[in-house]
């Protein structure tokens, strides 16, 4: 698991945005307290059970370190206590011929959402539709209104929106301060299609900022959606905007996080070069 992604994860509803610690330290000198599971867990735990977050089991891992599985934001993650039980450890754990022990602890001790489940609630997720109605093929993607990369797939997708496909955006709001009030202001806009295009058309790529002017006191129903999405992205396991999320042609549900490569667009979209040459006339 990419330490980045997971941290981001643990500590989403403390910090809206991404952190990029190896090692959390939470240093303390309080006792030990019990997790939820009845077993007892390190005092550097404990700031994670009160921001809201499960302690769902524990395991024996490599290097006398003990493994947590913590549930947060709909998603389990495995964190490593050190024997001091002040410290956690996030990260990957290699063994001495380099071999990734994360996936192999995921296997036995995670619980891996259903991703039927999880399309069918992006379904009735709040988005906003770009793009014909009666669609060829439909796309999600999360996106932060302030995110250079998302711009770079709002440009990218022009085509294939213009030859048929729907783009349905969901919108979050952490990467900068100004994010959340943006992220509201196209959920809030009576033309939410008619905001995304402003605030990509007058984005500046060079501050990283989006185009449009951000709710400066955002209505509460309006930030609880964006927390809602921002949870749904990461139970699909997004590391990040814009994370893409599709039905292949077998119907078996993809996700993409990061700008794909422009070469990927087709398959990701189902459109492939000649529909948008013919469709774009």
Known sequence: MNPSVLSWHLMHDVKL???????????????????????ET?????????????IKRSFPAAGGLTGWVVNGNGREHIV?????????????????????LNTDYEDRFVSH??????????????????????SKSVIYVFLD????Y??????A????????????????????????????????????ADALRLNEERF????????LPPLIAPPSETVKVLRENSDLMAAFGGTGTPTIVWKDTDGKIRIESGMPPLEKLSLITGLVASDLKTRTK
């Open 145 to 148: 209104p302030n995110c250079v």
């Open 80 to 100: 490593y206590s050190l024997q001091d039980g002040r410290h956690l450890m996030v990260g990957t754990l290699l063994d001495e011929q380099g071999h990734n």
């Open 42 to 54: 390190p005092a550097a735990l404990a700031s994670l059970v009160q921001h809201g977050y499960e």
């Open 157 to 192: 997708l022009r085509p294939y929106v213009a030859a048929g496909l729907q783009v349905r955006w969901v919108p979050v709001g952490f990467l900068k301060p100004s994010s959340l009030g943006r992220a509201a202001a196209l959920l809030e806009s009576a033309a939410p």
């Open 113 to 134: 959402p259903d991703p039927t489940a999880l399309y069918d609630k992006l379904q009735h997720a709040r988005f906003i539709a770009d793009g014909p109605d009666k």
């Open 204 to 211: 500046n790529v060079a501050t990283e900022d989006g185009g």
């Open 17 to 39: 945005g991404i952190l990029a610690a190896f090692v959390i330290v939470v240093g303390s000198s309080s006792a030990a307290t019990l997790g939820s599971s009845g077993s």
């Open 150 to 155: 998302c711009h770079a797939a709002w440009v």
